[in-house]
Nanobody, 115 residues
Framework: QVRLVESGGGLVQPGGSLRLSCAAS????????MAWHRRAPGKGCDWVAT???????TYADSVKGRFTISRGTAKNTVNLQMNSLKPEDTAVYYC?????????WGQGTQVTVSS
């Protein structure tokens, strides 16, 4: 069982920045992938970014060049640095942990981009 706790969401003006964090706890393999997804109001859940245990990161085209996913300094954490935020980035952001057939999601953190 893996527990994920997200933090760092909030309200920010267009063009601003936010940093999300996700801490994973529990008993698990050292080989895992973590990702961020988001669900905008009235829309489906979209993939945002992924980072593997070796540090390889990939991004959705909509956030490439603006968002950065990284491993945190604390063990088993992942961060999402979001810059140049746009109103269309408004969503609930979810952290996801994956290893083999195991798949866990966090509860989500709200990000609102509005003036």
């Amino acid at each position: 069982q893996v527990r994920l706790v997200e933090s760092g969401g909030g309200l920010v003006q267009p063009g601003g920045s936010l940093r999300l964090s996700c801490a994973a706890s529990g008993s698990f393999s050292r080989i895992y992938t973590m990702a961020w997804h988001r669900r905008a109001p009235g829309k489906g859940c979209d993939w945002v970014a992924t980072i593997t245990s070796s540090g390889t990161s990939t991004y959705a085209d909509s956030v490439k060049g603006r968002f950065t996913i990284s491993r945190g300094t604390a063990k088993n954490t992942v961060n999402l640095q979001m810059n140049s935020l746009k109103p269309e980035d408004t969503a609930v952001y979810y952290c996801r942990w994956m290893s083999g057939l195991e798949n866990y999601w966090g509860q989500g953190t709200q990000v609102t981009v509005s003036s």
